[in-house]
């Protein structure tokens, strides 16, 4: 047990580590490039010569390193040293619970490559004190997901931080939140994950009614006040984003002595899962870091620099859109250098910018390169560049990356060009911000006549059909079984298709979908243009015929011949909302005319105020679905971004809302989980005196205006709905039609 004096001289020497300028980072980088060169000779390397003297500021940074480059090349020629050896002859190694945590999870990364993981029982036996306080068991499972994660060569995506003192008062005691603890408002519930920068847990947040991700940073309040500050700052700059392809943030502060942040909970799966687990098409690639593209972009203008862009910081989320995570290692551009003025090493090896390898300041640039990277990853299978740490510092800072196609023949040329441009070595030739790129792979995409008929990427949903047939076993045995909305508008002489499978007492149970509060009018469109709302906002219609709806069923759809049919409903006040609003619909497309500006309409109310649901293709891009409102002061207020494509031929739920701050658009296709994009958009609605019109929009009565094919069920509310109530809509109708037959 270190002495008193002893405690405070070493923790001396970890505040001394803190700063790293670039000079002592060269060293450390040519360091561990020596030894490496000096196991893979074969000799019988000594660690302790490799070692600088313990008062220098590199001291300990290089001695863990070491450790696990000889430990991972010990266990490749057979030796099967374990951490305890290390630890017995650099004792200092045991002091601290986050580096023997690091040091036990690489020695079960390179032992999950070159033998087999450690069992729960051998790391208790081993650690029963630290079995005490860590869940070494959680440990050892991640070592096994991503063997290739943090061994010794840190290969591809380990967060490295050579200066972790940095961020915690020397000698807390690391351990983070007990699951089952309340920690101010917040009741822990699970250790999602931990790294360098620290906690991540699913916590219930009593207040608001919700499960949150409440990430607890290694600070305490005695830490350095300017990284307190900056920590503070940057929470407060992300909490502003809004963005769908970001993590939302929610809160930031202090709880007794302990700072956090608060997060949308995102479930799904990393984008490293989803790499291990299957293989990416290229377009599907193409898209998805499309929209990671354009969510940095947001993340820059508000002035945050992520600083480690890799797939474990990008969550997949049920839906299948990518969300980018973890802030931990984020800060402002004018925060970025530390007093030394140089910048410490932060970040994943694999996916560091050639500038960030050299002690460079980083800024929007190294982000950039560490999304191409990402590209790179997703299409050839592999990152860049792999080897023992050294080797990967080296080849980032001076080699060029194998060409994406040599390993993948079948890679468009374009594509590959667009990946490696992002990934130049030299600032000035990369894409100069993330928004650029995004366009780059959106022009490609638009290029791609198979790119507008695939349906978003998603995770697959194991035993899907045995999922739903228990969701509805469920809902029948709560005595809920969903009545059809197009009852309605039944002929009475004939029986509730419904009623003919179940019960007529069930069968005149309404919808939770049908109940939602705030409806303005409803337009089933069963061959007819009267409103279910009970507001009797009816229409008439005009070379309007009945159609199958989504289900193949006759008469149930309203279909417009893109040249003259449209449904008209005459002003109301019930029809101008002024503070919140919904709209939803189905509808088919039956054929686009690409012309420069052309925007057939699905649902109209506009004419310098208002609102509509519009199909555009602006200079003949694909067919983009889109929501807007008049906000005061702010013109056309909207939620897409030109990525939710459409297609003929096939069914689509589109719904919008806006509350006032924010505009969002969902769209789905037929049995597809819902995309989702919104915008921040301030403002009180404009308000429009014209008619309701449905498939035309009547101040421009010309084709180009006119929808052509199917629309369905169109619902205007006053209020903006949220999520759950939109899936509500999406599916329960859905289920009410699945009993009924034609």
């Known amino acids: 047990m270190p002495s008193g004096r002893e405690r405070t001289m070493r923790d001396d020497s970890l505040k001394q580590a803190t700063r790293l300028d ?25 660690l302790a010569q490799f070692l600088p003297p313990q008062e220098d500021p590199l001291y300990q940074p290089a001695l863990i390193e070491l450790v ?3 430990q991972e090349h010990r266990w490749r020629q057979g030796e099967r040293r374990k951490v305890e050896e290390y630890l017995a002859q650099w004792p200092v190694l045991a002091h601290r619970v986050d580096v023997l945590l690091e040091l036990i999870e690489a020695e079960c990364v390179t032992r999950a490559v070159f033998d087999r993981i450690p069992a729960r029982e051998e790391l208790r036996a081993r650690f029963p004190t630290l079995a005490d306080q860590v869940d070494l068991e959680k440990v050892a499972k991640e070592a096994k997901e991503d063997p290739t994660a943090s061994t010794a060569s840190l290969a591809s995506d380990r ?18 939140l007990d699951v089952g603890a309340v920690f101010g408002r917040y009741e822990i519930r699970e250790l999602l994950g931990r790294g360098a920068m620290g906690w991540v847990y699913r916590a219930y947040d009593q207040h608001l009614d919700r499960e949150v991700a409440l990430k607890i940073p290694h600070l305490l309040p005695g830490d350095d006040p300017a990284v307190i500050d900056q920590f503070l700052r940057e929470a407060r700059a992300a909490a502003k984003i809004r963005h769908p392809n970001v993590v939302p943030v929610f809160d930031a502060g202090q709880i007794d002595g302990i700072y956090h942040i608060t997060m949308a909970l995102i479930e799904g799966q990393s984008l490293a899962h989803a790499l291990r687990a299957q293989k990416f098409a290229c377009l599907d690639a193409a898209a998805l870091v499309r929209k990671l593209a354009s969510g940095l972009d947001v993340v820059h203008k508000a002035g945050i620099v992520h600083r480690d862009i890799k797939p474990s910081n990008v969550m997949i989320d049920k839906s299948g859109e990518p969300v980018l995570m973890d802030f931990g290692l984020a800060r402002l551009p004018e925060a970025g250098v530390d ?18 390898v050299r002690g460079e300041k980083v800024a929007a640039p190294s982000d950039i390169y560490g999304l191409g990277v990402v590209l790179y990853e997703m299409l050839a299978g592999q990152p860049p560049f792999s080897g023992s740490l050294s080797q990967i510092l080296s080849r980032i800072a001076t080699a060029p990356p194998p060409s994406p196609k040599s390993l993948r023949p079948e890679l468009d040329a374009r594509l590959e060009a667009i990946c490696l441009k992002a990934m130049a070595k030299n600032v000035a ?5 993330a928004a650029e790129l995004a366009e780059a792979l959106a022009t490609y995409l638009e290029t791609q006549p198979e790119a507008a008929s695939r349906p978003p990427w998603r995770a697959p949903v194991p035993l899907l059909s045995g999922l739903i047939f228990g969701t509805i076993l469920l809902l029948s045995g ?3 079984v969903y009545r059809s909305s197009r009852s309605l508008y039944t002929n009475p002489a004939k029986p ?26 409803w337009y089933p469109l069963d061959g007819n243009a009267e409103d279910a709302s009970g507001k009797a906002h009816h229409g008439v219609s005009f070379a309007v015929r009945s159609a199958e709806d989504r289900f193949g069923r006759p008469n149930r759809a309203c279909a417009f011949d893109g040249v003259s049919s449209r449904i008209l409903v005459p002003d109301a006040p019930h029809l101008n ?59 056309n207020g909207t939620a897409n971004d030109f990525g939710m494509y459409v297609r003929t031929n096939t069914w689509y739920f589109v719904a919008g809302t806006f509350d006032g701050e924010v505009f969002v658009q969902y769209v789905g296709q037929k049995g597809e989980p819902l995309a989702k994009s919104w915008r921040h958009v301030p403002g009180r609605l404009v308000t429009s005196s014209c008619p309701l019109t449905i498939g035309a929009n009547p101040l421009l009565a010309h084709e180009d205006r006119c929808f052509c094919g199917e629309i369905d069920d169109v619902r205007i509310f006053d209020r903006a709905l949220t999520e759950a109530e939109i899936n509500l809509i999406y599916t329960r109708p859905a289920l009410a039609d699945a009993f009924a037959s034609p």
């Not at 030739?429 to 911000?433: A, G, L």
């Not at 509730?496 to 009018?521: E, K, N």
Request: with cysteine.
């Open 22 to 46: 670039d000079e002592v980072w060269a060293r450390l980088a040519e360091l561990l490039h020596q030894f490496d060169a000096s196991c893979g000779a074969g000799d019988e390397a000594d």
């Open 68 to 70: 696990k480059v000889d």
């Open 159 to 176: 967060t490295f931080d050579v200066a972790p003192s940095s961020r915690m008062s020397p000698g807390r005691q690391r351990g983070g």
């Open 339 to 356: 007093s030394t003025g140089g910048e410490s090493l932060l970040g994943t090896p694999a996916y560091m910018s050639p500038e960030q």
């Open 429 to 433: 030739d990369r894409y100069s911000t």
């Open 478 to 480: 709560l005595g809920m």
């Open 496 to 521: 509730s298709s419904v009623a003919a499978v179940v019960p007529a007492a069930q069968a005149s149970i309404q919808t939770d979908a049908d109940s939602i509060p705030g409806l303005v009018a």
């Open 577 to 635: 909302p002024k503070k919140e609003l919904t709209m939803t619909a189905w509808f088919q497309p039956r054929a686009f005319r690409m012309g420069q500006y052309s925007w057939p309409t699905l649902v109209h109310k506009w004419d310098k105020g208002g609102y509509a649901l519009e199909i555009g293709s602006v200079y003949e891009r694909r067919p983009s679905i889109m929501f807007f409102a008049e906000v005061e002061g702010k013109g």
